[in-house]
């Protein structure tokens, strides 16, 4: 599978003509053209959980920032057309990273990821067009391999609403009173942790965004709508690194030592 730069020559992506952005519905029609596949990373976070300085995807980790071993992952991936960084208008670290082929930073990251996808859906809709995927990828997610976007694409690029990776859930779950005390123990039967990336094309993906309120991740938009994203198995090396321990877990990963 290589990317579908067939239907696009190379070139800058703003000599597209604009994306119609009017009647699609969420569920896509057979497509006239091969859709691209584009890389949206919303890494506008501060990371508080990490307590750490600097927000997190910028944390040193096998030698060089979080977010580069993403960017580099997708930057080098034969199957992506191009990639979106949305950081927040104050960042004051992606300039200090190098360059990528075929990688933009757009400066317009939000107060939630649900807003930093939004306005990087917004921002980038008059270089793509209304059926192109967009994968959305957590940048503090490092442990994101070719194999795992090739995975997603073959298993997503027909379904006619999109899907994600996840992973089905091994542990035992219990439910809580306020206070810490296990109140039920929930069958774990069919239950998946989800994972990024989330694939949808990008007029429903930014439909579906607009109308729902406190999601966290863009397969629940879709769901709150009655559609039902595909799930595909993941791997526990693309988990998103949150607390301090999870750095050192994320360095042996990269470093092939896990
Ligand atoms: O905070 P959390 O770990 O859930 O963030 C997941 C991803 O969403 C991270 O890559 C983070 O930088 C991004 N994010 C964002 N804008 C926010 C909050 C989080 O782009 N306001």
Redesign the pocket.
């Known amino acids: 599978m290589t990317a579908n730069n067939q239907r696009q020559p190379a070139g800058p992506l703003s000599e597209r003509s604009p994306s119609g952005m009017t009647g699609f519905s969420l569920i896509a029609d057979p497509p006239m053209s091969l859709p691209r596949f584009i890389a949206l990373i919303?890494?506008?976070?501060i990371?508080s959980r990490m307590g750490s300085p600097m927000p997190k995807?910028y944390a040193p980790l096998a030698g060089k920032p979080m977010i580069q071993h993403v960017m580099q992952t997708f930057s080098d991936s034969p199957l992506i057309d191009a990639i979106y960084l949305?950081v927040s208008a104050a960042d004051g670290y992606i300039d200090a990273l190098p360059a990528m082929p075929r990688t933009r930073i757009l400066r317009c990251?939000?107060?939630?990821?649900q807003?930093?996808v939004t306005n990087g859906l917004l921002a980038m809709a008059h270089d793509v067009d209304s059926d192109d995927w967009i994968l959305v990828h957590?940048?503090?997610r490092p442990g994101i391999s070719h194999e795992l976007i090739e995975k997603l694409i073959s298993f997503v690029k027909d379904d006619p609403v999109g899907g994600l990776l996840a992973l089905p859930v091994v542990d035992t779950l219990k439910r809580s009173d306020a206070h810490a005390h296990a109140d039920h123990t929930v069958p774990r039967e069919h239950l998946w942790a989800a994972q990024t990336p989330q694939m949808f094309r990008h007029a429903p993906l930014l439909s579906a965004l607009q109308s729902s309120e406190a999601i966290t991740d863009e397969a629940s938009a879709f769901e709150r709508l009655g559609l039902k994203p595909r799930l595909v198995e993941g791997s526990p090396r693309n988990f998103?690194v949150?607390l301090p321990e999870d750095m050192l877990l994320a360095e042996l990963h990269l470093k092939g030592n896990a």
Request: no cysteine; glycine share 22%; charged share 15%.
């Open positions: 919303p890494a506008a976070g990371g995807q949305v990251g939000g107060a939630t990821r807003a930093s957590d940048a503090a998103k949150t």
